[in-house]
């Protein structure tokens, strides 16, 4: 019988060579991530923020040139062209300079770190559009031989009323039974197609087969839950993010801590007057005198360096959740597989236990179709669980870095 076999099958496949098969190819999933808005959006920021690290090691000063000339005129004395220039630049006070450069440095590491959490972020969105795609797939393929297995009993049924073996309304509760399984493959290709629409509308540049790929067995293996929380703790870009914002605010808390006592400015003074009668040079210093509103900035920027110190806090705690909330996922969607498939397998067995009394006269249609109906329900339950722990298992896998995250 095909629907046997149909549920026995994948327990007879090595389940590592069918987890590769599963996901797609690795070099494709990295172009189609390179290409996400959201990738190259990110990627465009980590350049903005080394540029603001060079704005920075530089400094905000730069040379001013102030120069005038005038003509004079005195009386008795006639005529005369006068000119004045200054050329002033303000200087950095010590320490200012090589904080600048940190809060660059922190800014940049941010950028980055932001820019891997958003290839992380569009590699949950493609696995997550993936499996939807193969789960609908794989429901639509059980309702194809459903419907086969129901196209051959309203045959038999057939044979059975020419023969006088059975009633007209056995035929009708067959071919009743045949239409309520088409409707359900009609549904399972319309959420099929919906959901390889969506993956392939998000993601382009990802090649798809024609047909999804079969849902493989789940790896019983997979389960080292320590290894895989460390991981996900230590790889977390979401931390590596928050971590450096704290670093860089600190840093910034400081710069305008000092920022309180203003840069000075020297310039370099000429002039000549009454047509170059008198002429001069000098130094000259500007100095100025910070206020209530540099004391406010100071305490606004420490302020936000405790709200992007409690920030981390916070990010740290929310990760190490989703370190706990994948694992405590993963394990009882193995099981939930483990125990599907298990009520599959007697369901089966009943069935064809089922068919065998029919077909000897021992039970009535109904009988017959209500097994047929429950054990199409044991099918989609299965393979529903089947792809649940797959997902759950990719998502552990990609939040750990151990897939498509190689970095």
Not at 56 to 70: D, R
Not at 100 to 112: T, V
Not at 158 to 175: C, I, K, T, Y
Request: charged share 30%; aromatic share 4%; glycine share 6%.
């Amino acid at each position: 019988m095909r629907l046997m076999l149909l549920a026995l099958a994948p327990f007879c496949l090595a389940p590592v060579a069918l987890a590769q098969e599963a996901l797609p190819d690795p070099a494709a999933v990295a172009e189609a991530l390179d290409q996400h808005p959201m990738v190259i959006a990110a990627q465009a920021r980590v350049k903005s923020a080394a540029a603001d690290a060079r704005a920075l090691a530089k400094g905000p000063h730069e040379f001013s040139l102030t120069a005038g000339m005038v003509r004079r005129t005195v009386d008795m004395d006639g005529r005369f062209t006068e000119y004045d220039a200054l050329l002033t630049r303000p200087v950095r006070l010590p320490g200012k300079a090589s904080l600048d450069r940190e809060i660059g440095r922190h800014g940049l590491d941010a950028a980055e770190n932001r820019a891997e959490d958003a290839r992380h972020q569009a590699a949950l969105v493609l696995a997550e559009a993936w499996w939807d795609w193969i789960s609908a797939a794989s429901e639509a393929r059980i309702d194809e031989v459903l419907i086969e297995n129901h196209q051959r009993l309203v045959a038999a049924v057939g044979r059975r009323e020419r023969l006088g073996d059975a009633s007209r309304l056995e035929v009708d509760q067959a071919e009743a039974a045949l239409a309520t399984a088409r409707i359900g493959l009609e549904q399972s290709r319309g959420r099929s197609l919906r959901a390889r629409a969506r993956l392939a509308t998000q993601f382009p540049h990802l090649v798809l087969p024609v047909d999804a790929p079969p849902v493989p067995e789940p790896d019983a293996s997979f389960g080292n839950w320590e290894k895989y929380r460390a991981l996900i703790l230590a790889n977390s870009h979401e931390i590596g993010f928050a971590r450096a914002e704290a670093a860089r605010s600190d840093s910034l808390a400081e710069r305008a801590r000092r920022e309180r006592l203003a840069d000075p400015s020297l310039g370099f003074r000429v002039f000549s007057e009454r047509g170059g009668m008198e002429r001069g040079g000098g130094l000259v210093v500007t100095i100025p005198f910070g206020g209530g509103h540099r004391s406010a900035l100071a305490d606004r920027a420490a302020s936000e360096a405790s709200a992007a110190a409690a920030d981390l806090r916070l990010v740290e705690a929310n990760v190490a959740e989703v370190a706990a909330t994948d694992i405590a996922e993963a394990e009882y969607r193995l099981a939930a597989w483990q125990r599907a498939r298990e009520a599959l397998q007697s369901q089966v067995a009943t069935l064809t236990k089922m068919r065998r009394g029919y077909d000897l006269g021992e039970l009535d249609l109904i009988d017959l179709l209500a097994a047929e109906r429950l054990t199409g329900e044991a099918f989609r339950t299965e393979a529903l669980a089947r792809t649940e722990a797959h997902r759950a298992a990719t998502r552990i896998r990609i939040d750990s870095h151990e897939l498509w995250l190689n970095d």
